[in-house]
């Protein structure tokens, strides 16, 4: 179990361009949750995924932000056309089914945007 | 809608000193409370839970009893040491279902030999 995988770390990216991350679980866990967490506050739901099926999304998860699951494993975040309030820490998390230790998330290391 | 609230830091005490830092949310339904640890240069890490009303979450020497009635969650620790200086995250999961978790802003606690 190597725990939750972010790629990349940083990224840096000028304004207008597309980005995007991905994030891979702990094996064997269906559920996977991203977050984005901005200097000095705690994490922000974006969105969540069970098994390939994205089955909430906040509302802070405007149009230019998509997330996929395409098979139930990994997952990429992409932003298009990127402006300098995305700059944020975004965060994956991932927990087992939901009958084995309900309600831990597990989280990932996080990708650091820097929008200039 | 759901909210949780902390206090601010951030909090500086001497090794082996008491410590508390409050929470309190809001929310409808019956939440499952959290709090998370973000050392320096890590993710974050799950310390402690709670699933009900009087059920106390403990681990690494830290604790917190979720009371329904005054809707609190506060994390308490009778020594803290230099290692235990990290950000404190207070968190819920929202109920009916739903899996998006509401996080505090964080606490930074910082301790001192």
């Known amino acids: 179990d190597t725990g939750v995988s972010q790629d990349p770390r940083h990224k840096i990216t000028k304004r207008g361009q597309n980005v995007t991350f991905r994030c891979d679980p702990i094996?064997?866990?269906?559920?996977l949750y991203w977050y984005r967490q901005t200097l000095g506050q705690g994490p922000e739901f974006l969105t969540y995924?069970?098994?390939?099926?994205?089955?909430?999304k906040s509302r802070l998860l405007s149009d230019r932000f998509s997330a996929e699951r395409p098979k139930g494993s990994f997952s990429t975040l992409e932003i298009q056309r990127t402006e300098q309030g995305d700059s944020a820490m975004y965060l994956c998390?991932?927990?087992?089914?939901?009958?084995?230790?309900?309600?831990?998330?597990?989280f990932g290391p996080g990708t650091r945007l820097t929008v200039l | 809608g759901n909210s949780v609230t902390q206090m601010e830091g951030p909090v500086t005490l001497s090794e082996e000193a008491f410590l508390t830092i409050n929470c309190t949310y809001t929310?409808?339904?019956?939440?499952?409370l959290f709090w998370y640890v973000q050392y320096p240069g890590e993710g974050l890490q799950l310390l402690l839970k709670a699933t009900k009303a009087d059920d106390k979450g403990s681990n690494k020497g830290f604790e917190a009893t979720y009371r329904k009635e005054t809707t609190s969650f506060h994390l308490e620790k009778g020594s803290v040491q230099v290692s235990d200086s990290a950000v404190y995250f207070c968190?819920?999961?929202?109920?009916?279902?739903?899996?998006?978790?509401?996080f505090g802003t964080g606490t930074k606690l910082q301790v001192i030999p």
């Open positions: 094996s064997e866990h269906n559920r």
């Open positions: 968190a819920l999961h929202h109920s009916g279902g739903y899996q998006k978790v509401t």
């Open positions: 995924f069970q098994n390939e099926a994205q089955l909430e």
């Open positions: 998390a991932s927990s087992p089914p939901e009958k084995t230790t309900p309600d831990t998330q597990y």
């Open positions: 929310a409808t339904g019956y939440p499952s």
